[in-house]
């Protein structure tokens, strides 16, 4: 499912494919990362805050893009997880930052996606969060978690 | 409180996690947008909403909920049945709508509380 980095140590890479408009599979990806990173056995809220932001970025792929990648990343201090994607992009970050706004189809809607509420909370729970975009091209994001001192539960 | 308790009180009809009824619910939440209930849905909440289709197993996976209570007889998609048996996350369909479902658990763990 993905390729792995020959990091060593402490240091952990990994990305995995989304497809989107995928709805049968959509937060496989988000679950997998919540699972490496239980393996990892960070503190729980680090855990709760990357799977809210993982879930909120593969979702963004599933029902907007054509495709994406999800890229985990572990250190010692940090958890990175980068969404880029294949799609139309974003032509006003400002405006798609905005609680509620949201260019979701009725269909995505009436599945309770497509609130205007992703990317605010990508922003609320992610200690870092970056966002760029190409119209026409893809978006990418940066989400970044910090993991407190010691790693126990 | 066990989730079976409310099963029983509620008359709850289970469609799915038979084995996993005795899962400790500790609150509820209310929502049919994924984006509120990922954001503030608590560990151990049992999650009521008119959602049945698939990605809600994903989203109780992920908030490690107790349980997914569907109202007003609104029964689970066949793909959501396969995920959540495949989860072990239980479905359970009331059949009673969102108000006095939420309203007799709410009611349920206060009277456990005091």
């Known amino acids: 499912m993905a390729e792995k980095s020959a990091d060593r140590g402490t240091s952990f890479s990994e990305s995995f494919p989304v497809v989107g408009g995928n709805f049968d599979d959509a937060g496989k990806v988000s679950s997998r990362i919540k699972g490496i990173l239980k393996k990892m056995c960070l503190p729980s809220d680090v855990i709760r805050r990357a799977a809210i932001c993982t879930f909120e970025a593969e979702m963004n792929i599933v029902c907007y893009a054509q495709q994406g990648d999800i890229t985990l990343s572990v250190d010692n201090d940090r958890v990175v997880i980068k969404a880029v994607d294949e799609g139309e992009g974003i032509l006003d970050i400002d405006l798609a930052m905005q609680v509620g706004y949201s260019t979701s189809t009725a269909k995505i809607r009436e599945m309770g996606f497509g609130a205007g509420m992703g990317l605010v909370n990508i922003d609320r729970y992610a200690d870092e969060f970056t966002i760029t975009s190409e119209v026409g091209r893809g978006t990418q994001l940066v989400m970044v978690v910090y993991v407190a001192d010691g790693s126990q539960q | ?114």
Not at chain 2, 8 to 23: A, F, I, P, W
């Open chain 2, 1 to 114: 409180m066990k989730l079976d308790f409310i099963v029983e009180h509620l008359n709850l009809k289970v469609r799915s996690g038979s084995q996993n009824l005795t899962v400790e619910v500790t609150g509820g939440y209310v929502g049919d947008l994924l984006s509120d209930v990922i954001a503030n849905s608590k560990q151990g909440d049992v999650w009521i909403t008119r959602q049945v289709h698939q990605n809600i197993v994903a989203v109780a996976t992920l908030k490690d909920l107790a349980g997914i209570i569907l109202v007003g007889n609104n029964e689970p998609a066949a793909e959501t049945l396969e995920k959540a048996v495949l989860e072990n996350i239980p479905v359970l369909v009331s059949e009673l709508g969102c108000f006095e479902t939420a309203g007799k658990i709410y009611r349920l763990i206060a009277a456990r509380e005091t």
